[in-house]
């Protein structure tokens, strides 16, 4: 996949496109990127058109949601859908200003937009002026499409965020169509887990990124020696009078130095919230208990 930063800089003809912040590429988002890759065929390109940074952040900075998918996994995701092509749009408050005939007139010095795929909800340009109604009035073809829903619930952005951040990880997983994942660089923390019999990789992860409630978790844990079960804290560490948020994995038969290396977790079910243990001994029982439920739920499936 070719990604655009800005109007694509050799025009690239035919095009069946979609637009969208595309945050967290769930199962809604994969409808809209399978129908253009199918309705392109042969004969266009299959585009999807983004925003960077996400609008919100730039119209409404004190509402600026966490983000599901940092820009490098959101690319990653819709390539893996079979778009040929990722047109980033450089949102600020200028081109928040731009008249819906201004935006497309814009997309259309980079490509022949010969089709428009859209969600139920697609609206764009100043004011969120335009959607499929105006488009078809000005003779463009639009393909809506239907919402999603998972078990009578909507599937959106908002909703797997809320998901995620309440901990719900198996029913983030649902509306996403995979498990939700975190990645960082694995840095030196307080050697707790070490101390306990349990050592543990201390993720620094992308401060835009929405991480998971505090909570234990099960999960897998890529690392550049393959994948293994784990045991994943995210919290403040009560037991040890609190502190900053910390998401730390403990991977199971593995025994090697992760430090600077990049590690993605990827988080199955929550087992239990974060808890505030009266001894250390009792921490070291659940940590224990933690480690034999991780590998009961991933061995079983």
């Known amino acids: 996949m070719q990604t655009h930063r800005g109007v694509p800089a050799r025009p690239l003809g035919p095009a069946v496109i979609t637009i969208g912040s595309f945050d967290g590429v769930h199962l809604a988002h994969q409808r809209l990127f399978r129908q253009v890759v199918a309705d392109a065929g042969a004969d266009a390109a299959p585009v999807a058109v983004t925003f960077e940074p996400h609008p919100r952040c730039v119209l409404q900075p004190d509402h600026c949601p966490r983000l599901l998918t940092v820009f490098d996994e959101k690319a990653a995701l819709i390539e893996a859908n079979g778009l040929s092509d990722l047109v980033v749009i450089p949102f600020d408050r200028n081109f928040s200003q731009k008249s819906p005939a ?159 290396q990049d590690v993605e977790v990827r988080f199955v079910q929550r087992l239990h919230p974060d808890i505030r243990f009266p001894t250390v001994a009792a921490l070291v029982e659940q940590i224990g208990q933690d480690v034999d439920d991780t590998r009961r739920l991933l061995a079983a499936g």
Do not use: C
């Not at 935006?103 to 010969?114: H, K, N, Y």
């Not at 620094?204 to 999960?219: E, H, Q």
């Not at 784990?230 to 560490?237: E, L, T, Y």
């Open 102 to 260: 201004e935006f497309m007139a814009w997309l259309s010095d980079g490509m022949e937009v010969t089709q428009v795929v859209a969600g139920y909800d697609f609206v764009f340009g100043r004011q969120r002026a335009g959607n499929s109604v105006w488009l078809r009035e000005r003779g463009y073809r639009v393909v809506e499409v239907p919402q999603v829903e998972v078990d009578g619930r909507l599937v959106h952005s908002s909703a797997v965020r809320g998901l995620v951040g309440s901990g719900e990880v198996g029913a983030a997983a649902e509306l996403l169509g995979r498990h939700y994942s975190l990645h960082g660089v694995v840095v030196e923390g307080h050697k707790r887990g070490r101390e306990l019999g349990f050592p543990t990789a201390n993720l620094a992860v992308d401060r835009d990124k929405a991480v998971p409630g505090p909570s234990a978790y099960a999960g897998w844990a890529r690392t550049p020696w393959g994948e293994h079960m784990a045991a994943v804290s995210v919290g403040h560490q009560p037991t040890f009078g609190g502190g900053d948020l910390s998401i730390e994995a403990h991977l199971l038969d593995f025994d090697a130095n992760l430090y600077g």
